[in-house]
């Protein structure tokens, strides 16, 4: 066994016990626990206000056409990739990389775009949260404009609609503000002038931040076993509170509107190059990958699983889901738009602005709006919830997996700790200038640019170093049948190229960042993203570089072949596997430290 300089350890690994490592690592508990676990992982609140805006705006049903596409040649394949590699290898996102040693920066890379990830993105389950403990009320708050946050010159949604079917200049002339835009941006955010004024943190959504933390810990700290079947919740339940949405949708005047307005193809637009590059960033991130967290799932899963069949199934579940919500949104947005006489381009948003502004007007106009209200936000907790404690478990596999003597039997206080230190530097959202970081953080660190690269050089790393043809039998290995031929094909050549247009094309459309459609950020500002880009991109170029520099070998051929080779216990099972034996360790991971994993036993018996 070598590269345990990699790992921090000194001592012959082969000797070392499970409990020197501390501990045995964990497997799911039943076969259910990771299909739910990548559902509630990828299934995340992109499904419900990216997808059906960009949706609309890129020729209705039309759409589906490019998206298709991009579902069948990068989202699958990739999704398959990360999962079927975190199986075969048994270890987290780190670990991996002794199939490729040079390109373990981007499992390094990987962990600091999820650390970014887990600072931002939970903020949006805070502010579901404040919004759901605002629905147990009597009249929902964003509904009026008595309250202390309003002006003159607020407007309900209800006011709204007599105003637009009253067609008088005067009225038309009038500068007003919907009650629940007022809500959000002066009770809510209480944002102030721009990014360079952070000002005061906003106490409340400092104690909702802080719930969800807690919400997060406890779903993981007890390992996967117990995280397994909190998903049977998390990962379900919104879909009944998405069916019940719909229903209630479908009943509404201008429901209909709405879902024609959603579906229906304008077949031009596919003559567009920005409809394709939507299509295919759309996939990318819907199915999270590129974080490490699908590896870190897949490492749980014992060495013979049909990983083939669950990415299908997965895939299929996200599509589809995409699809579903738009329904529900778009339903509910026609009934918005007829009962204010407005057109349905007029009220759809995407982003925040669809989940906090747009539904919760719509909400106001329905009957026992509050219970509509609560259902909403308690599922947009769910989506988000689950997608962040995969994110954040993903990362912790990583990190136990690369250092278990220190970790492992420490884990739940290590959790702590990560949720610890990520909450403190969240609270950088949730002043009155966090929306303005927020939008930094979500526009540079952990989306775009950075996921695309990392996405690149994991797919070229399997595909082209390790081999796309070793890893194709790896994978028979272990479902027992050979993979179609297409995901060599997808994963040597289509992926990486898809990836690498939408990359270029992202870089090509470059613009400074804005926030709305008039607040520009300072120069300073710009530059903090492109270092939050950075950090996790320039990872991958510079171990690979030290890695060789530090290699052994008289010349940088001798070093390319070292640092580009498995690790020998690799070489050793591919050896083995290509030569139609069974491996002695085929059923147990590999830990950090070569040593093998006893959680699978029972399959090598």
Same mark, same amino acid.
């Given at each position: 066994m070598s590269e345990s300089k990699d790992t921090g350890g000194d001592v012959d690994k082969e000797k070392q016990s499970s409990e020197s490592q501390g501990g045995e690592r964990e497997s799911w508990g039943g076969k259910l626990d990771f299909i739910l676990s990548c559902v509630g992982y990828a299934v995340g609140l992109g499904n419900v206000w990216r997808f059906p805006y960009l949706c609309y705006k890129n020729g209705g049903g039309a759409f589906l056409i490019p998206y298709g596409i991009s579902v069948i040649f990068m989202g699958i394949p990739l999704f398959m990739l990360e999962v079927s590699v975190g199986q075969f290898m048994s270890i987290g996102g780190l670990g991996v990389w002794k199939l490729c040693p040079i390109f373990k %920066?981007? #499992?390094?890379?990987?962990?600091?775009?999820a650390c970014w990830l887990n600072v931002y993105y939970i903020v949006v389950i805070a502010w579901a949260l404040y919004y759901l403990f605002n629905s147990f009320t009597t009249n929902l708050p964003w509904a009026r404009c008595d309250n202390e946050w309003n002006d003159e010159n607020c407007i309900t949604g209800k006011e709204t609609a007599a105003i637009m079917r009253n067609q008088s200049s005067a009225n038309k002339s009038?500068?007003?503000?919907?009650?629940?835009?007022?809500?959000?941006?002066?009770?809510?955010?209480?944002?102030?002038?721009?990014?360079?004024?952070? %000002?005061?943190?906003?106490?409340?959504?400092?104690?909702?931040?802080?719930?969800?933390?807690?919400?997060?810990?406890?779903?993981?700290?007890?390992?996967?076993?117990?995280? #397994?079947?909190?998903?049977?919740?998390?990962?379900?339940?919104?879909?009944?509170?998405?069916?019940?949405?719909?229903?209630? #949708?479908?009943?509404?005047? %201008?429901?209909?509107?709405?879902?024609?307005?959603?579906?229906?193809?304008?077949?031009?637009?596919l003559l567009e190059p920005n409809v394709w590059m939507d299509a295919g960033s759309q996939v990318f991130f819907s199915y999270g990958v590129a974080l490490g967290s699908l590896i870190a799932l897949g490492s749980y899963n014992h060495y013979n699983n049909n990983c083939y069949r669950d990415a299908m199934i997965v895939g299929c579940i996200n599509s589809c889901t995409s699809l579903f919500a738009g329904c529900v949104i778009f339903s509910n947005l026609g009934y918005m738009a007829w009962y204010q006489g407005k057109n349905v381009s007029d009220v759809a948003q995407e982003g925040p602005g669809l989940l906090f502004q747009v539904y919760p007007e719509a909400v106001t106009l329905m009957p026992l709006s509050q219970v509509w209200s609560v259902m909403f936000f308690f599922m947009v907790l769910l989506l988000g919830l689950d997608s962040q404690f995969c994110t954040v478990e993903g990362f912790i596999t990583a990190m136990v997996d690369e250092y278990p003597r220190y970790l492992r039997k420490y884990r739940p206080l290590f959790i702590g700790l990560v949720c610890l230190l990520s909450y403190v530097v969240g609270t950088s959202c949730i002043s009155q200038g966090g929306i303005y970081m927020f939008t930094l953080l979500d526009t540079y660190s952990a989306s775009g640019y950075s996921l695309l690269w990392l996405a690149f050089f994991e797919t070229v790393s399997i595909s082209w170093v390790f081999g796309a043809n070793n890893f194709i039998s790896c994978l028979e290995h272990m479902i027992g049948y050979r993979p179609h031929i297409w995901w060599k094909i997808c994963w040597f050549g289509l992926t990486p190229a898809m990836i690498g247009c939408i990359f270029i094309f992202t870089l090509l459309k470059y613009a400074s960042p804005k926030y709305g459609d008039t607040y520009k950020y300072p120069g300073w500002a710009e530059i903090m993203g492109w270092c939050m880009a950075l950090s996790s991109m320039m990872v991958i170029p510079l171990y690979a570089f030290f890695k060789t520099l530090f290699a052994p070998g008289n010349s940088l051929r001798e070093k390319l072949r070292h640092v580009t080779t498995p690790t020998p216990e690799i070489q050793a099972r591919l050896n083995e596997i290509l030569n139609g034996a069974v491996p002695s360790d085929a059923a147990n991971g590999m830990s950090s430290d070569s040593t093998p994993k006893a959680g699978h036993a029972e399959t090598a018996a």
């Amino acid at each position: 066994m070598s590269e345990s300089k990699d790992t921090g350890g000194d001592v012959d690994k082969e000797k070392q016990s499970s409990e020197s490592q501390g501990g045995e690592r964990e497997s799911w508990g039943g076969k259910l626990d990771f299909i739910l676990s990548c559902v509630g992982y990828a299934v995340g609140l992109g499904n419900v206000w990216r997808f059906p805006y960009l949706c609309y705006k890129n020729g209705g049903g039309a759409f589906l056409i490019p998206y298709g596409i991009s579902v069948i040649f990068m989202g699958i394949p990739l999704f398959m990739l990360e999962v079927s590699v975190g199986q075969f290898m048994s270890i987290g996102g780190l670990g991996v990389w002794k199939l490729c040693p040079i390109f373990k %920066g981007v #499992g390094w890379a990987a962990a600091i775009v999820a650390c970014w990830l887990n600072v931002y993105y939970i903020v949006v389950i805070a502010w579901a949260l404040y919004y759901l403990f605002n629905s147990f009320t009597t009249n929902l708050p964003w509904a009026r404009c008595d309250n202390e946050w309003n002006d003159e010159n607020c407007i309900t949604g209800k006011e709204t609609a007599a105003i637009m079917r009253n067609q008088s200049s005067a009225n038309k002339s009038l500068n007003l503000v919907p009650a629940v835009q007022q809500y959000w941006y002066r009770k809510v955010l209480d944002e102030s002038s721009g990014i360079d004024e952070p %000002g005061i943190l906003r106490w409340e959504l400092a104690i909702t931040l802080f719930i969800a933390w807690l919400l997060c810990y406890f779903c993981i700290w007890k390992g996967v076993k117990q995280t #397994g079947k909190v998903v049977y919740f998390t990962a379900l339940f919104p879909y009944v509170v998405l069916t019940v949405l719909l229903v209630r #949708g479908l009943t509404l005047d %201008g429901a209909l509107d709405g879902l024609e307005f959603f579906l229906k193809p304008n077949m031009t637009k596919l003559l567009e190059p920005n409809v394709w590059m939507d299509a295919g960033s759309q996939v990318f991130f819907s199915y999270g990958v590129a974080l490490g967290s699908l590896i870190a799932l897949g490492s749980y899963n014992h060495y013979n699983n049909n990983c083939y069949r669950d990415a299908m199934i997965v895939g299929c579940i996200n599509s589809c889901t995409s699809l579903f919500a738009g329904c529900v949104i778009f339903s509910n947005l026609g009934y918005m738009a007829w009962y204010q006489g407005k057109n349905v381009s007029d009220v759809a948003q995407e982003g925040p602005g669809l989940l906090f502004q747009v539904y919760p007007e719509a909400v106001t106009l329905m009957p026992l709006s509050q219970v509509w209200s609560v259902m909403f936000f308690f599922m947009v907790l769910l989506l988000g919830l689950d997608s962040q404690f995969c994110t954040v478990e993903g990362f912790i596999t990583a990190m136990v997996d690369e250092y278990p003597r220190y970790l492992r039997k420490y884990r739940p206080l290590f959790i702590g700790l990560v949720c610890l230190l990520s909450y403190v530097v969240g609270t950088s959202c949730i002043s009155q200038g966090g929306i303005y970081m927020f939008t930094l953080l979500d526009t540079y660190s952990a989306s775009g640019y950075s996921l695309l690269w990392l996405a690149f050089f994991e797919t070229v790393s399997i595909s082209w170093v390790f081999g796309a043809n070793n890893f194709i039998s790896c994978l028979e290995h272990m479902i027992g049948y050979r993979p179609h031929i297409w995901w060599k094909i997808c994963w040597f050549g289509l992926t990486p190229a898809m990836i690498g247009c939408i990359f270029i094309f992202t870089l090509l459309k470059y613009a400074s960042p804005k926030y709305g459609d008039t607040y520009k950020y300072p120069g300073w500002a710009e530059i903090m993203g492109w270092c939050m880009a950075l950090s996790s991109m320039m990872v991958i170029p510079l171990y690979a570089f030290f890695k060789t520099l530090f290699a052994p070998g008289n010349s940088l051929r001798e070093k390319l072949r070292h640092v580009t080779t498995p690790t020998p216990e690799i070489q050793a099972r591919l050896n083995e596997i290509l030569n139609g034996a069974v491996p002695s360790d085929a059923a147990n991971g590999m830990s950090s430290d070569s040593t093998p994993k006893a959680g699978h036993a029972e399959t090598a018996a």
